[in-house]
């Protein structure tokens, strides 16, 4: 009788721990698996106000779409609508507004994101240089006031096309924030 006792100690000795690495491999292949999925998620997924845009614009344009993920303002009591201004297979631009029928005038335009692909005739950047994220150097043009205030800008190149992203009377920080948001997928 010990020694069956014994011999059955033994067995459920080693199911258990065979079990528990076995679990533990698990465990830790599922935690990395969902946090893979939840990275992948979260990179490709632009600002929930693009929802509604993005498939007309990946039907109308060729170069690649970066959309931010971060919006300053979208947090707020306000809501904030995506609404296509162009989109070609070349370009794309893209007013952000405080109401769906905006149409860029100044009381419910909040900025403007663009891309065109580079070309020989593209003009130059210029603006103060900011880094941004991937080591790219991005151009700051900051906004000026008369009757109104005018977009605070942010442009650089990727993979051969310009990107823009706008704000009116915008802040640099913010600008550099929204570019990085859309740079890092």
Not at 16 to 21: E, N, W
Not at 62 to 88: H, M, R, V, W
Not at 100 to 124: I, M, N, Q, W, Y
Request: proline share 6%; charged share 15%; aromatic share 8%.
């Amino acid at each position: 009788m010990i020694l069956s006792f014994r011999n059955i100690s033994v067995v459920c000795a080693v199911f258990l721990s065979v079990g528990v690495s076995s679990f533990h491999k698990s465990a830790i292949a599922t935690i990395n698996n969902q946090s893979q999925l939840i990275a992948q998620q979260s990179q490709t997924q632009p600002h929930p106000i693009f929802k509604s845009i993005l498939p007309k614009l990946k039907r109308k344009t060729q170069i690649k779409i970066l959309l931010p993920k971060f919006i300053p303002e979208s947090d707020g009591e306000n809501p904030i609508y995506a609404i296509i201004e162009a989109a070609t297979p070349k370009k794309y631009d893209i007013l952000l507004g405080f109401s769906p029928d905006c149409t860029g005038g100044t009381a419910c335009r909040l900025g403007v994101l663009s891309a065109e692909a580079v070309t020989r005739k593209t003009p130059r950047l210029t603006g103060k240089p900011v880094s941004l994220a991937k080591g790219i150097t991005g151009y700051f043009v900051d906004f000026s006031c008369g009757a109104n205030c005018s977009d605070a800008t942010l442009t650089w190149r990727q993979q051969g096309v310009q990107y823009v992203v706008g704000l009116k009377a915008g802040e640099r920080t913010s600008l550099v924030k929204m570019a990085n948001s859309a740079i890092n997928p």
